[in-house]
């Protein structure tokens, strides 16, 4: 890239702001699983939406792509530019909280702020925001808001796209398009927020948000399951929703499988039951703390053992105890790791086929690699599984992940004929554009459409959900 | 062999405690409280005993207001046969409680009595030393293991920096420590069946106790706020600051 570029960039964000080394570069060149790898001629770190929108009207003149990045935590490759002509433009010191807004109970930050950081803040204030995944460390709103993120809230409070009451975005060539109201109501044609929200940087970049906060919950009441089949743990989902006004805020099933893994390679984790098939993570989430409601709870668990839905059940008493539970389920992706490759599928389906994909994608896997360990958990309530296959325990990695392609495709065709989506939580990004063109044609051309009269000059992350 | 358990009722370990505005104590109005940690291990301990066959019966006494009855609960769902309740609304002092321990160690003839090495709100870590006292019985405090035989307890304690093994004559007062063993969860089916199991209620005058505290609190105060760190940029920045800032150097 012309150094003359470099220069006008480096003076509009400063010289400690950009890194052109590109041994400096390697934590915003990989990602964490190591499975992407790339270039850039520079990382490139602004600290205001000023400064983002002058970077850009520079890319802009010079039709220089822009790979947008906030944690780099994505799972699909979008956040990682791959050409020696492009720039990463990385949002970590943008990360100022511009509003908290207890009466409209909305809070206002900036992009890069950390998923963490702002649920404490929000905590501090006496509010909560409800968005949590286990990457929650790392990743940042506009990450989230960019690739729609789930997570384990979202059975009760919906996912990312429900939480943003408004954005500020800069457009390719500059332009900053303010739209932060914390409105609830705002029928002015076109929602143009949404198509920011899971556009996986491909539109423009998101500066700040307004998201919505909730009242604290002051008890959570948090339990494992012992349940024999995926279907009887969407019979006892429904008799708990039914039965219990108190917030149901997550309902995570786990093989034991998985949960096999987590002891293995995570200290201070143990089973709750010393023999189990599946294990369903349940947490309600109450403004109140009752002796009534507790009872309630306990009674109408206690009524899912009778009916035979569930096995066995054990419930917290102390935040530490819930703690620990918590740490099993959002300890699988670390555990799994540990055990050498794996074939990863992020899927739903209407929940009235759960248990027919699970039946079927393990006999798919046993099938292709006899000794393969499927290692599957989610979050049920939202149809959506964590369907992934780690190698068998001697194989050759290289050799097993050969078969990844021929796997994924048969599991992909699976979902699809049960009405599912290939990619539930993680978006497209470089991973899934395969399947986008070959099961949602018409999608993709009307995306298209939309893609080229925002982007005209395609240098907003290209080669990411489209071909170059 | 019969086991006494006092199980104290604080405010739970992962809670952020607020001082009150006038510093005359912590926060509790709605505020989640728990089983003490050290408490549960020692819950732990006992139900274990009964399990390997070293222990028949498993009392828990919890001393304080009656929503300690819950704590209790939560002792006989893990696996405690039955509770005593002594109310009072005063605050308790270690003296105070290890004497109505006493009381009720006189009337359950216990060979045993396992407790906490301190309650998470007040540290005191005095009550099972006094107990021991009190009652001439010999200790094995801070314990993070415990071998049985004839008579006899081979403690392993965690003293500063190492680990000490000693073996002491029943009845014993043995006193928790963290590494002792891992508390299980209730299970449902033993939550439900711990709502009929029986729980005494009893008053500190039952034991000829006055709780009347010894100790004034005149102060709480939170601990001093930790300054912010600042990144430098470069190392001249670095050396500029620790020399006109900090004036380390
Ligand atoms: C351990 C682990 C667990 C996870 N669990 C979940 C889960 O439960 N649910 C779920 O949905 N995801 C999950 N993920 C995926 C990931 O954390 C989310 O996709 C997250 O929202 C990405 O945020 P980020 O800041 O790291 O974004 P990055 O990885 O940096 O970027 C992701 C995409 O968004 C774009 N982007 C980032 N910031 C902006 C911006 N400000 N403006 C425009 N575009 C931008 C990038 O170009 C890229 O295409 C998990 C990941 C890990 C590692």
Redesign the interface.
Known sequence: MKKEILNKIQKVVGKSNIILQEDDMHNYLTEWRGVYSGKAAAVIKPKSTNEVSRVLKIAYEYNIPIITQGGNTGLVGGQIPFDKNHLLLSLEKLNKVREVNNIDRSITAEAGIKLSELQNICMKNNLFFPLSLASEGSCTIGGNIATNAGGVGVLYYGNTRELVLGLEVVLPDGKIINNLQALVKDNTGYSIKNLFIGSEGTLGVITAATVKAFPQPKEKYTAFLKINSPNKSIKALRIIQESISTPLTAFELMNNRSIQFVIRHIPKTFAPFSKFKWMVLVEFSSLESSDLEKERIEKTLNGLIDLGLVEDAVLSNSKSQSKNMWKLRESISEAQKKEGGSIKNDISVPIKFINKFIHDATSISKKNIPDSRCVIFGHIGDGNIHFNISQPPKAEKQEFLKKENHLRKKIVELTMSLDGSFSAEHGIGLARKGDLKKYKKDKLILMKGIKESIDKKNIMNPGKIFDY | MKVLVPIKRVV????KIRVKSDNSGVELS?I?M??N?FD?IAVEEAIRLKEAGTVSEIIVISIGPQQAQ?TIR?AL?MGADRGILIKTDELVEPLNVAKLIKGVSEEENPEIIILGKQAIDDDSNQTGQMLAALLGWSQGTFASELKFSDGKINVIREIDGGLQTIDIKLPSIITTDLRLN?P??????N??KAKKKPIDEKSPEDYNIQISPMLEILKVSEPAQREAGIKV??VEELVDKLKNEAGVI
């Open positions: 739970d370990y992962n809670v709605n989640k728990s089983m940690p549960e819950e939560t769902a891992e299980r969860y209730a299970s449902l089916p939550i439900m940029e470069t």
